[in-house]
C-alpha cells in the first residue's frame, strides 16, 4: 500500500498534476454553485479540454471538478435551499433553516470540514481495501441492489421532518412520478399520455430545479422569505459554538462510513449514503430534536456521507470499467479518448495512473478546503442581495442549465410545473427531499426487483433467501415501524415550529 | 412566477436554440456547425462526433459543434434534423437504431429513414459478440447450442433493452438456432456487464469492443461475432454466418443532414471527412474503438442506409412480438 501511495504521490505532485488539479476543483465549485449546473454539466463542459492532457492528467481535472461540483452544490443547497445535486438535497433540510437563523457562514465552513472529513476518509478506504472493493460489488445480486434501494426509499420517507406519514406519502409521489417513460420489461410506454418527450420519463435535474429551485422562488415572491439581517460578515460569525465541534465529530465519522461503504454500489452511491446517513443520524443523535430546524449534525452528516461516496464510487468505474452515473460514464470517455480502457487490469496496468487520481483526489480536497474557506464571506454576502433580485436571476440561470441538459424546452416548461407542484406543496406542509428521492430510488428499486423476479422465474422467496437482501428488508422494517410508533416528546408542537421556520 | 421572468427565460432559450440568421451559400462553412448525436455525452459515439468535430473544424476552419439530443432511442434527434433547413449548418451522427431499428419498432415515427434525409458520410461500424460467461461451461457455440437445446428456456441472457439491437439480434439467433432463452432487459450497456461479472446472467448480446478487457482476463468466452467477416480485434472468434447461423448486425456510423443539401456542400463534407479518416490519428483511435471502417460514396452509404432499414424490419418485427 505504501510503494502504491509513494508512485501516486510522485504522479499527483508533478507541477501539472496539481495545477490542473487545482484548475478542477476550482472550475468545479463555481459551475456548481451556479442553480441547475450540477457535476454532469461540469463535467461535461470540460470534457473537451481533457482530450488535449495526458490521461492522468486528464483524470485528475476531471475528477477534481466533479468533486468540486459536489461541493459547490451544497453551497447552493445551504444558502438558497437549491440543491446543486440530488445527494444535497438532503443537507438542504438543515443546512437552509441554519442560513434563515444568521449562520450560513458556519453552515458552510462545517459543510467545508465534512466535505473534508469524508471525502479523506473515503481516500484511505480506497487506497486500503481498493480491489476487495471491486469484488465487492460483484457479490451483490439484484435481490441485494432491491434490498438497498428500498432501505434508501425507508430512509428518505423517515428523514421528513413533517410526519413519517407524509414523508411516505412524498416517497411515493416520487416514485410514480419516475415510473413515466418506457418500462424496461415491456419496452411500453407508461403514464406518458402520448406525449412523446415524456418517452424518456422526466429528467431528474428538471424534477429537482423545479421543486426546489422555482418552488422557493414562488415562495419568496409570497413573502414567506424574509429578508436576511445584513449584519457585518466576520470571522467570528462563521465559528461554530464550542459545543458544536465536539457534537459534530462523531456523525462526520458515521458519515463518512455509511457513505464509503454506499459509493462502492454502482449507481446509486451518494444520494442513497446521504439519506441513509441522515435518517441514522437522526434516530441515534442525542439532538434528534433539533433536525430539521438547523441541527448542526444535518449538515455534517450528508457532506461527509456524500464526500467519501465520490470517492468510493470511483472504484467500480475504474476496476470495473462499468460506469455508475453518467458523470463517471463521462470520464470513462475521457480514458477511452486516450485508449486507456477501464477494467480489472486497470490497476496493474496502469499503477500510476490510478494512485496518482486516488493521491490528487487528496491534494483536490485540501484545495477546496483552502479556496473555500476565505470564500464563504463571499458566498453569504450574496445573501444581501436583495431577493426580488436574487430570485429571478436564480430562475434565469436554472433555466438555462436545464435547457443545456437536451437542448429541450418541453424541459423548461416541465421545470416550471413542478416549481408550480412544489409551492402548492409546501404551501400544505410537504417537503420535497423525499419525493426528489423517491424519484431517484423508485424507478431503480422496480427495475430490480423485477430483475430478481425475472431470474427466480417469478419467486419472491429470492429476496429473503439472500443474507444481504433479507438483512437490509429487516432493517427497512425495523427502521419504518420505529418511526411510525409515536415519539414521547413534544411531536405535534416539535412540527408546528417547522413549518413556521420552513 | 412573474410574467417578465418566464419572458426572460423564453426569449434566452430561444436564443440559445436558434442559431445564427441564414446566410449565403458562397464558401460553405461560413459558420459553425451543428452536429446533432443521438446519444448522452460519454459514449463511443459521443466521442467519435467529437473527435471529427475537431478534425472538420481544423479542416473547414469553422467551429463544428457537437449537440446532444439523445432520447426515443435517438428519434428526438433524427426528427430535429429532418425538420432542420438543409443549408449544411445541422447534421447529425446518423446511426443503426434511429434510421434502421425505430421506423419499424415505432410505426409513429415521423420520418423516412431515407427520403427525408441526404446520407453524406459513411464512418464505420461496431459489431456485435455474444459472450458466455466461463461458469457456463460452454467453451464454443457448438456446446452452447447442444446445452441451450437440452435445457430451453432455462439459460438467461442479457440485452441492453428491449428492442434493442442486442435483444433483436438475440431474438433472430433463437430462431435461426432453434432454441429457446430467457430475456433480462437493461438500461444500457453498463449495469448488463456487471451483472455478467457478478454471474447473474451467464450469456449476453453485447458490442464487442467494450468487453475486449473482460475477454483477455477470462471472464467472457466470445462465442461468435456479428459481423460479416471475422474481426481484427477478435481473431479467434467465429462468425455467426461462418458457424452456419445466417445474421450480421452492425452498428453502422455516418454523417447525415436533412434532405436536399446542395451536392457541393455534400462533396465538401464528405472530401473532408475522407480525409479526416485517413488520418493517423483517427485512424488509431477508431482501431482501439473497435471501429470498423471501410470507404463509401454518398450514393453509396444511401442505398446501405436503405439496405440496412430492409434488413432489420423483419427482425425488428420478429422481436417485438
Request: glycine share 10%.
Amino acid at each position: 500500500m505504501l510503494d502504491n501511495l509513494a508512485l501516486g504521490y510522485a504522479t499527483a505532485t508533478t507541477p501539472s498534476n496539481l495545477f490542473y488539479c487545482f484548475v478542477g476543483t476550482f472550475l468545479g465549485t463555481f459551475i456548481g454553485v451556479l442553480p441547475g449546473l450540477g457535476p454532469l454539466a461540469a463535467v461535461a463542459m470540460l470534457l473537451p479540454v481533457s482530450f488535449y492532457l495526458p490521461p492522468e492528467t486528464a483524470l485528475v481535472m476531471l475528477a477534481g471538478v466533479y468533486y468540486g461540483a459536489e461541493y459547490g452544490g451544497s453551497i447552493a443547497s445551504i444558502l438558497l435551499n437549491i440543491p446543486g445535486t440530488p445527494s444535497s438535497s438532503i443537507t438542504c433540510i438543515d443546512g437552509y433553516p441554519m442560513a434563515r437563523q444568521g449562520r450560513a457562514g458556519v453552515a458552510l465552513l462545517m459543510t467545508a470540514l465534512a466535505s473534508f472529513f469524508g471525502g479523506v476518509f473515503g481516500i484511505l478506504v480506497i487506497a486500503g481495501l481498493a480491489p476487495a472493493l471491486a469484488e465487492f460489488a460483484l457479490l451483490l445480486q439484484p435481490a441485494d441492489y432491491f434490498a438497498v434501494m428500498l432501505l434508501g426509499l425507508v430512509a428518505a420517507s423517515v428523514v421528513s421532518n413533517s410526519g413519517t406519514l407524509r414523508g411516505v406519502m412524498m416517497v411515493c409521489l416520487g416514485v410514480l412520478l419516475g415510473s413515466i417513460g418506457v418500462d424496461i420489461n415491456s419496452g411500453e410506454t407508461r403514464f406518458t399520455g402520448g406525449v412523446q418527450d415524456l418517452r424518456d420519463g422526466i429528467g431528474l435535474v428538471v424534477v429537482a430545479m423545479g421543486l426546489f429551485g422555482v418552488s422557493e422562488a414562488m415562495m419568496s415572491a409570497r413573502g414567506a422569505t424574509p429578508s436576511y439581517a445584513t449584519e457585518k460578515v466576520s470571522w467570528s460569525r462563521f465559528l461554530p459554538e464550542t459545543g458544536e465541534w465536539l457534537r459534530s465529530l462523531a456523525p462526520a465519522l458515521r458519515g463518512s462510513l455509511v457513505g464509503s461503504f454506499f459509493g462502492t454500489l454502482p449507481g446509486t452511491g451518494q444520494t442513497v449514503a446521504s439519506s441513509i446517513g441522515y435518517a441514522l443520524e437522526k434516530r441515534v443523535s442525542r439532538n434528534r430534536d433539533q433536525f430539521g430546524k438547523g441541527a448542526i449534525e444535518g449538515v455534517v452528516v450528508p457532506e461527509s456521507a456524500n464526500n467519501a461516496a465520490a470517492q468510493t464510487a470511483f472504484i467500480p468505474t475504474l476496476t470495473l470499467g462499468i460506469p455508475g452515473s453518467t458523470t463517471m460514464a463521462l470520464m470513462i470517455g475521457a480514458l477511452m479518448i486516450h485508449g486507456v480502457t477501464p477494467g480489472p487490469r486497470l490497476i496493474s496496468e496502469h499503477p500510476a495512473l490510478f494512485w496518482g487520481l486516488i493521491v490528487s483526489f487528496l491534494f483536490g480536497n485540501l484545495f477546496l478546503l483552502v479556496l473555500n474557506i476565505p470564500l464563504i464571506g463571499i458566498w453569504v454576502k450574496l445573501l444581501q442581495i436583495p431577493h426580488y433580485f436574487l430570485y429571478p436571476a436564480v430562475v434565469v440561470l436554472i433555466s438555462i442549465g436545464v435547457y443545456s441538459i437536451d437542448h429541450s424546452l418541453f424541459d423548461v416548461w416541465t421545470m416550471l410545473g413542478f416549481g408550480l407542484l412544489g409551492y402548492i406543496l409546501r404551501l400544505y406542509r410537504f417537503e420535497p427531499a423525499p419525493l426528489l428521492i423517491g424519484f431517484i430510488l423508485g424507478p431503480m428499486m422496480e427495475e430490480y426487483l423485477r430483475r430478481a423476479m425475472l431470474l427466480s422465474r417469478g419467486d419472491p422467496l429470492v429476496f429473503f433467501e439472500r443474507p444481504g437482501s433479507a438483512i437490509l428488508i429487516g432493517i427497512s422494517a425495523v427502521l419504518l415501524v420505529l418511526t411510525a410508533l409515536p415519539r414521547r416528546r413534544r411531536k405535534v408542537q416539535a412540527n408546528e415550529e417547522v413549518v413556521e421556520s420552513r | 412566477m412573474p410574467a417578465a421572468s418566464r419572458l426572460t427565460i423564453a426569449i434566452l432559450a430561444a436564443g440559445v436554440a436558434l442559431a445564427a440568421p441564414a446566410a449565403a451559400e458562397a464558401g460553405y462553412p461560413e459558420r459553425p456547425v451543428r452536429i446533432l448525436v443521438s446519444f448522452p455525452p460519454g459514449g463511443s459515439s459521443d466521442l467519435v462526433a467529437r473527435l471529427l468535430a475537431e478534425e472538420l473544424s481544423s479542416n473547414l476552419g469553422q467551429q463544428f459543434v457537437v449537440e446532444n439530443k439523445p432520447g426515443a432511442a435517438g428519434t428526438v434527434a433524427a426528427t430535429e434534423l429532418k425538420n432542420a433547413d438543409n443549408d449544411g449548418y445541422t447534421l447529425m451522427l446518423s446511426n443503426l437504431t434511429p434510421f434502421s431499428v425505430a421506423p419499424t419498432r415505432f410505426p409513429d415515427t415521423p420520418y423516412d429513414p431515407v427520403a427525408d434525409f441526404s446520407h453524406i458520410a459513411y464512418l464505420g461500424a461496431v459489431h456485435l459478440g455474444m459472450f458466455a460467461s466461463p461458469e457456463l461451461g460452454t467453451a464454443d457455440m457448438a456446446s452452447f447450442v447442444e446445452k441451450a437445446k437440452a435445457e430451453p428456456g432455462t439459460i438467461d441472457y442479457g440485452s441492453s433493452g428491449v428492442g434493442s439491437w442486442g435483444h433483436v439480434f438475440a431474438v433472430a439467433f433463437e430462431n435461426t438456432a432453434d432454441v429457446e432463452l430467457s430475456h433480462i432487459p437493461y438500461k444500457g450497456s453498463g449495469p448488463m456487464r456487471l451483472d455478467f461479472r457478478a454471474d447473474v446472467i451467464p450469456v449476453m448480446f453485447d458490442a464487442v469492443p467494450q468487453n475486449l478487457p473482460n475477454v483477455e482476463e477470462g471472464n467472457a468466452i466470445p462465442l461468435a461475432v456479428s459481423s460479416p467477416e471475422r474481426l481484427d480485434i477478435l481473431p479467434d472468434t467465429p462468425t455467426f454466418t461462418e458457424l452456419g447461423y445466417d445474421i450480421v448486425a452492425e452498428n453502422w456510423l455516418g454523417i447525415s443532414g436533412p434532405a436536399g443539401i446542395d451536392a457541393e456542400i455534400v462533396d465538401t463534407l464528405q472530401g473532408a471527412l475522407a480525409k479526416a479518416l485517413k488520418s493517423d490519428d483517427i485512424a488509431k483511435q477508431f482501431d482501439t474503438w473497435g471501429i470498423v471502417r471501410s470507404d463509401m460514396s454518398s450514393e453509396e452509404f444511401t442505398d446501405y442506409v436503405a439496405a440496412s432499414a430492409k434488413t432489420w424490419e423483419p427482425l425488428v418485427k420478429q422481436a417485438s412480438k
